[in-house]
């Protein structure tokens, strides 16, 4: 099998246009996660780093319905908030609506950080049901290197004055000790 046939830059949704004139600002929600048949190919491709896994797992499947409430249209972002943290994400419409007040985002670095780490004593944390709020922002996805540094601080230098919301973008390539591959190239090896 050749895999160029199976890369796409972002899941294939349904395109439905959005009629409404955003009515609310908050969404309250019930949040689910689980696997993504577009997250598993970028998985097996090896290119979680990657623009492609960003947009594979780094987005809200909602109803149309709820789109149309907040006011945002496929590859608009969102940020979603939970008791357990807060996550900027694109979002789109769900290819299993309709399921109006309930939002998809995929397992994964994305999910979670607005997932409980608390397992109950069984392994897995809790990735159903959790209430949540939907709103729209203009804040980016970050890509999963990124989203590690920006929510547990990893590739960040004690001395580094900036915030780390302000640092420029590790970008797709792998990192190691702070530093993008490429520098290790050119200078270690």
């Keep these: 099998m050749h895999y160029a046939n199976t890369y796409l830059e972002k899941p294939v ?16 929600c019930m949040l689910n996660t689980g696997s993504d048949i577009y997250q598993g190919a970028c998985k097996k491709r090896g290119s979680t780093l990657k623009e492609e896994y960003k947009n594979a797992s780094g987005t809200c499947y909602m109803d149309p319905r709820d789109m149309a409430k907040l006011g ?5 972002t969102v940020l979603v908030k ?17 399921h109006e007040g309930t939002v998809f985002i995929c397992k994964g670095p994305w999910a979670n950080t607005v997932v409980s780490h608390d397992t109950y004593c069984c392994s897995d944390p809790t990735y159903k049901g959790i ?18 540094r920006w929510v547990y601080k990893k590739y960040v230098d004690e001395t580094d004055d900036d915030t780390v919301e302000n640092m420029e973008s590790l970008g797709e390539l792998p990192v190691y000790k702070g530093r993008k591959w490429e520098e290790l190239i050119d200078h270690d090896l």
């Design 13 to 28: 949704v349904p395109d439905v246009k959005i009629t409404g004139e955003g009515n609310t600002d908050v969404l309250k």
């Design 72 to 76: 945002v249209n496929n590859w608009d």
């Design 82 to 98: 939970t008791d357990f943290g807060e996550v900027v994400v694109n979002c789109a419409v769900s290819r299993d609506a309709p």
């Design 131 to 148: 209430k949540c709020t939907v709103e729209k922002t203009d804040r980016k996805v970050l890509l999963m290197a990124d989203l590690m």
